[in-house]
């Protein structure tokens, strides 16, 4: 075993970066490295970046800035602190992020974090280390498993990843050329890391994917398996007890999906679904390769299969060439479906994206304006939806003492946090709890003791089933 070492990651952007982020410590924790909260006093600091808009992708280099100093200081006081840039933008930039921020030691792309331990040796013995390549070899074979004491600290909620990459390069979007063409990793693969995690205390699994439902794994048939399939099977695995999936497209929503939310109770009736634009035109444009009204349809579906189902949503406002017209059928739609909860993102042109050559039209005032618009709206739906639940029984599954003392804290299907005074032992639990208020975005309740109602009655109605 090597000496110890400080390792701190900040990451930036979507859920495949926070999962990243835990293969980077499990991958570099032989090395010796354990985490630590603070850049300051790092050995190793990793920047997992995310170059989605460009205020996320600029971050990074004020991080770096305030980085810069910090090193300067640690080598003051004889102490060497390297510095790394993962994540999209490390794919996205490379080289120019060394130009802009000489500081960087190691500029590593999302395809080549198994090889870390050796860009680092690298870093040491040439002065620096880049690799962006989509190397041919699968790097989820070559990610070290965590250990079961770093999974039981993770908690009972964890990511796996199933798919990565995305081959539908809507003209606004950066994924398809930071993270390549998509893959699924096999049934079995996926199927032992979750058993591993449920040995050690995992309740509630979350797949995740640039693209989750053009999941397209091999089976141990042989055959390939939809996502569908893969949760059923998932489903089966002792102590699992609740199933989730992000994020999905509505072009990809096959039957065996739908399905598996009519027929498992484990697979959390509650869909992240972007659709960005309520406009055929801009939809078009966006290269989305649906229409609103199929969006609908979809929704449909779900809703027809368990009528307890809700959604959520991403939205861009202000694309090349959206008119106040456009943008209103945004707010139509909005309204027709119901969401539980919605980002909405001005739009923001991306280097190398077709849309980035078309002509903006929409002012920085105007597009302001929709965000706040779309933004409004999204908000009354999304606390009506949390005030409806006050009343009702709801099942949680609980996951860690609260701030408050004597309180846990837990999930409901719908992912808001609810709060009960209770013993820590109900952690890993589902249990009913009837909802007494609503605090912010956080439910407040007691244990039911008795069974919970399968879904709050009042819901359809409000998400306009
Ligand atoms: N795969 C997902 C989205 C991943 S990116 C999907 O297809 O829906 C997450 C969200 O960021 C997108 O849904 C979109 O709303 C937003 N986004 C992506 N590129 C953007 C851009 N150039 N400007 C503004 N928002 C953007
Ligand atoms: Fe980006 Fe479109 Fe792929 Fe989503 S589906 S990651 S928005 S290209
Ligand atoms: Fe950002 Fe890359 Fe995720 S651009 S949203 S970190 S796939």
């Keep these: 075993m090597k000496p110890p070492r400080k ?8 859920q ?29 600091v990793i920047l997992n970046t995310c170059h989605i808009r460009e205020k996320a992708s600029e971050k990074v280099y004020s991080e770096l800035g305030r980085l810069r100093v910090a090193k300067d200081e640690a080598a003051r006081n004889g102490r060497e602190m390297r510095i ?29 974090y198994h090889h870390l331990p050796q860009l680092l040796a690298r870093a040491k013995s040439e002065g620096r280390a880049l690799e962006t390549e989509f190397p041919v070899d699968d790097k989820f074979g070559f990610l070290p498993q965590p ?4 999974i039981r600290a993770r908690g009972i909620s964890a990511f796996v990843t199933v798919q990565e990459g995305c081959d539908k390069f809507c003209t606004f979007c950066v994924v398809p050329y930071t993270r390549g063409a998509e893959v699924s990793r096999p049934v079995a693969k996926i199927v032992d890391d979750v058993k591993r995690l449920a040995e050690n205390g995992v309740r509630e699994i979350t797949l995740i994917g640039q693209n989750v439902n053009a999941y397209h794994g091999e089976g141990p048939d042989g055959r390939t398996w939809p996502l569908g399939k893969l949760l059923h099977r998932l489903a089966e695995i002792e102590g699992i007890v609740r199933l989730r999936y992000s994020t999905s497209h509505p072009r990809d929503v096959e039957e065996t999906l739908i399905a598996a939310h009519r027929d498992l109770a484990a697979l959390m009736p509650f869909v992240h679904l972007p659709v960005q634009s309520g406009s055929d035109r801009i939809l078009a444009a966006m290269n989305r390769k649906h229409t609103a009204d199929d969006y609908r349809r979809v929704i449909d579906r779900f809703r027809t299969a368990r009528q307890d189902i809700a959604f959520s949503s991403d939205f861009i406002v202000g694309f090349p060439g959206e008119t106040e017209g456009e ?19 001005k739009y923001s042109p991306r280097p190398g994206t077709p849309a980035a050559d078309m002509q903006e039209t929409v002012s920085a005032a105007e597009m302001d304006d929709r965000l706040v618009r779309l933004q409004e709206l999204i908000d ?8 409806a639940m006050i009343g009702e029984t709801v099942d949680v599954l609980f996951e860690r003492a609260a701030r408050n003392p004597g309180q846990i804290v837990g999930r409901t299907a719908y992912l808001q946090p609810a709060h009960v005074f209770a013993s820590p032992d109900i952690i890993g639990q589902v249990l009913p709890v009837s909802i007494a208020s609503l605090e912010r975005y956080s439910l407040l309740g007691e244990l039911a003791g008795g069974a919970a109602r399968p879904a709050p009655s009042i819901l359809p109605q409000l998400t306009g089933a």
């Excluded at 390792?7 to 979507?14: E, T």
């Excluded at 933008?89 to 080549?112: C, F, L, N």
């Excluded at 943008?327 to 993102?345: N, P, R």
């Excluded at 009354?380 to 005030?387: D, G, I, L, M, R």
Aim: charged residues 20%; aromatic residues 8%; proline residues 4%.
């Design 327 to 345: 943008f209103a059928a945004t707010l139509a739609l909005v309204m027709q479906i119901g969401y539980a909860g919605a980002y909405s993102f």
């Design 147 to 150: 250990k079961p004491d770093a």
């Design 84 to 112: 790394a840039v993962a994540g999209c933008v490390a794919q996205a930039e490379g080289e120019e992020i060394v130009r802009r921020a000489p500081t960087v030691d190691v500029v590593v792309g999302p395809q080549s």
């Design 16 to 44: 495949m970066n926070v999962y990243d982020a835990q293969r980077m410590v499990d991958t570099l924790a032989p090395e010796g490295f354990v985490e630590t909260d603070s850049a300051e006093d790092a050995d190793l």
């Design 7 to 14: 390792l701190h990651i900040k990451s930036y952007g979507c």
């Design 380 to 387: 009354t739906q999304q606390s009506a939806f949390n005030k």
